[in-house]
């Protein structure tokens, strides 16, 4: 079965790095999506990436945040210049319609900013 | 801007009885989306509704979208300690991406 892959699992890094989290969406799909979720906290949207722009962007995604699809098939989340309450798991997911199609999620990658 | 709510945040319940979380929306949608999600997994997709009052069943598991589309719930049936998760209701509104409900905790005791 398709499944959206993410790397790292882990990532620690200490505050004021920046960090590149990485997925590979499933082949055919065409919309791509970040989400972040706080320990024990609900899962927030942060972006949505659709023919090679983003489509829609939450007031979390501010300028710390980019997105880009470097080649057809990765899609990378960074962060510039982390702060303590960038740590979560980072969730990426892809559907092959916007909206009216499930999201396939990754494993999350767990960023523990020190 | 659009809002979604979930109860109970957290529910405890002996294994066999049933199990409802209710979803709402601040604003109409036009879809929603049933995710579950494992203590320590990612969210997995259980089901979509799409027309006002639609009922759809997944064996044990019970889903309903409102008449007037702004709310949804999910019952579980005579539930399992496999059902343990936090289940999210992801509401959609046309034109723009689905947003999140805080989710329902369920612990099932055997």
């Known amino acids: 079965e398709p499944e959206v892959t993410q790397t790292p699992s882990h990532q620690v890094t200490q505050m004021g790095q920046e960090v590149i989290l990485r997925c590979v969406p499933i082949?055919?799909?065409?919309?791509f999506y970040w989400y972040r979720q706080i320990l024990g906290q609900k899962v927030e949207f942060l972006v949505s990436?659709?023919?090679?722009?983003?489509?829609?962007k939450s007031e979390i995604f501010d300028d710390q945040f980019s997105v880009e699809r470097p080649d057809g098939s990765n899609f990378t989340l960074k962060i510039r210049s982390t702060k303590l309450e960038d740590s979560a798991m980072y969730f990426c997911?892809?559907?092959?319609?916007?909206?009216?199609?499930?999201?396939?999620f990754g494993q999350g990658t767990r960023l523990t900013v020190v | 801007g659009q809002q979604v709510m979930q109860i109970p945040q957290y529910q405890h319940v002996q294994e066999g009885e049933d199990f409802t979380t209710y979803c709402n929306s601040s604003?109409?949608?036009?879809?929603i989306q049933w995710y579950k999600q494992r203590p320590g997994g990612h969210p997995v997709f259980l089901i979509q509704?799409?027309?006002?009052?639609e009922v759809k069943k997944q064996k044990r598991l019970t889903f309903q979208f409102g008449e007037a589309k702004k709310n949804s719930s999910l019952h579980i049936t005579a539930t399992q300690t496999t059902d343990v998760g936090t289940y999210f209701c992801?509401?959609?509104?046309?034109?723009?991406?689905?947003?999140f409900g805080p989710g329902t905790r369920l612990s099932v005791l055997p």
């Open positions: 997911a892809s559907s092959g319609g916007t909206g009216r199609a499930e999201a396939f």
């Open positions: 990436f659709y023919n090679n722009e983003i489509s829609e």
């Open positions: 082949s055919n799909h065409l919309y």
């Open positions: 604003t109409t949608l036009s879809n």
């Open positions: 509704l799409v027309k006002s009052g």
């Open positions: 992801a509401g959609h509104r046309y034109g723009q991406n689905f947003v």
